[in-house]
């Protein structure tokens, strides 16, 4: 568990990056989701055991600032976290066009999901879907441009000590 607080660090303060972002975007009804980028640089270059409780606990933190049930985000990105880490053995991790491309569609899958369990309780779930696709396509170009977030979370590791292992998976 070492390993943990320098995993951690980066993704809380990535959702609080995002946050302050968000409160200034409110004014024009427009809000980021990067949940996808909290996710893959665990999975994709991490053993399991410390990727999957930084993830679970970011997932708690965004959980205690938003209108869902406790445990949601932190189900959800436990849930993207080991698809994602199932099929890593067969990708090349450590370039940064994979994980730009499974940070995209793991946070599609996640916003999509997230949508869905909001709308669930909205008298009118149908005229949301111009702003959610908004806020979907807003965060996705977001994400893209602030893929410099997996080098900060590689040298996080590497100043505290720890350099993230290529355990994949040998195919025979």
Do not use: K
């Amino acid at each position: 568990m070492q390993r943990l607080l320098p995993t951690l660090l980066p993704l809380v303060l990535l959702t609080l990056l995002v946050s302050q972002i968000n409160h200034v975007l409110a004014p024009w009804h427009v809000s980021l989701f990067v949940g996808g980028l909290l996710v893959v640089f665990a999975a994709l270059r991490l053993d399991f055991d410390p990727g999957f409780a930084a993830v679970f606990l970011t997932g708690l933190f965004c959980d205690a600032a938003s209108p869902v049930r406790f445990g949601t985000h932190a189900f959800l990105f436990a849930t993207a976290y080991t698809l994602i880490f199932s099929v890593r053995g067969r990708l090349p991790r450590g370039e940064m066009l994979v994980s730009l491309v499974f940070a995209l569609l793991a946070n599609l899958g996640i916003f999509i999901v997230l949508s869905i369990v909001l709308l669930a309780r909205t008298p009118l779930p149908f005229g949301v879907w111009p702003r959610l696709l908004i806020n979907l396509l807003c965060s996705q170009a977001f994400l893209a441009l602030i893929a410099w977030f997996f080098a900060l979370q590689t040298r996080t590791l590497a100043l505290a000590g720890f350099e993230p292992r290529d355990t994949s998976r040998r195919l025979t």
